[in-house]
């Protein structure tokens, strides 16, 4: 029995790296049963941060750890977006260093276990396809040795492949160009004005090929047009590369801010210093 028990546990060693998190049923379809769990557990060889939730103790964990293990272990379709893909890229420089909240999106409803877990962060979770392309990789799901190959398939969804910690462990994010439509969709209610206009500020080097993709197949008429607003006050290089005769900008005035002032070519309602086409205000 002894022998069998560690033999499983080498086995245990090989398929979970030190760190990462796998859940019951994983343990299960590999042959781990409660009654085997709970003595991993009381050995101190697994310990379980939160109920159905079991990872090899290494450190304290990560929000990062917890990601990479939803994207490669556990099969989730999910990725990092919006303001935390920036930060992580480095467009939001001159927000407090320690990310409160970790914008994922996700194709589906993840597990009730994720909101549980004892971090210093918060997740929110957003539809990743709620009106931008999603990622053709259901048939070949990501892997810890597998994921950076599958980087090419990513593309068309503006998603691309990074990588963290020790083991350079890959880690799936939006792209600069994706996280920041992510973000403005997030206006006016959990995202503000001028947290999208200081980082546009600093979006020098956007691939315009990856943005007009982009632009051309998101449904949202106002990320659309909030996208134009703020990328011609700031008329970044790329900015001519964009062909807007593609890209459906829809008809008729939206009103985004109430009592705010209607911009006068993309006809949607903002802050009043947000109206002028340029950072100098000048038409």
């Known amino acids: 029995m002894n022998e069998q028990i560690s033999n499983k546990l080498n086995l245990l060693d090989r398929q979970l790296p030190e760190g990462l998190l796998v ?12 009654s085997l769990r709970h003595q991993y557990v009381v050995s101190g060889w697994l310990e379980q941060p939160a109920r159905g939730v079991f990872r090899r103790p290494r450190g304290q964990l990560s929000w990062e750890q917890v990601v990479i293990s939803l994207q490669t272990l556990l099969k989730q379709p999910i990725s990092v977006g919006g303001r935390t893909a920036l930060e992580l890229g480095g467009y939001a420089h001159y927000l407090p260093q ?21 971090l210093p962060e918060t997740f929110v979770i957003h539809n990743r396809n709620r009106f931008l392309p999603a990622p053709v990789i259901a048939q070949n799901s990501p892997s810890l040795d597998t994921a950076a190959s599958l980087e090419q398939a990513l593309v068309p969804a503006g998603l691309i492949v990074t990588t963290w910690g020790h083991w350079v462990w890959p880690l799936i994010i939006s792209s600069p160009e ?20 200081v980082i546009m500020e600093g979006l020098t080097n956007l691939s315009p090929r ?23 006050r700031h008329n970044h290089a790329w900015l001519k590369h964009l062909d807007v005769s593609k890209i459906d900008l829809g008809k008729g005035k939206r009103v985004l801010v109430k009592g705010g002032k209607l911009h006068s070519k993309y006809h949607i309602t903002l802050p009043e210093e947000f ?8 038409y």
């Open 178 to 197: 994706r996280a920041y439509l992510e973000l403005l969709d997030e206006l006016p209610q959990h995202e503000s004005f001028h947290m999208a206009d």
């Open 98 to 118: 320690t990310q409160q909240q970790i914008h994922i999106y996700s194709d589906n409803k993840l597990p009730a276990w994720l909101l549980k877990l004892p």
């Open 275 to 282: 109206t002028a086409e340029s950072v100098n205000g000048i």
């Open 210 to 232: 990856r943005m007009q993709s982009l632009l051309e197949a998101a449904s949202s008429i106002k990320v659309k047009r909030l996208f134009f607003v703020f990328a011609e």
């Open 23 to 34: 859940d019951s049923a994983w343990l299960e379809q590999s042959g781990y049963y409660g």
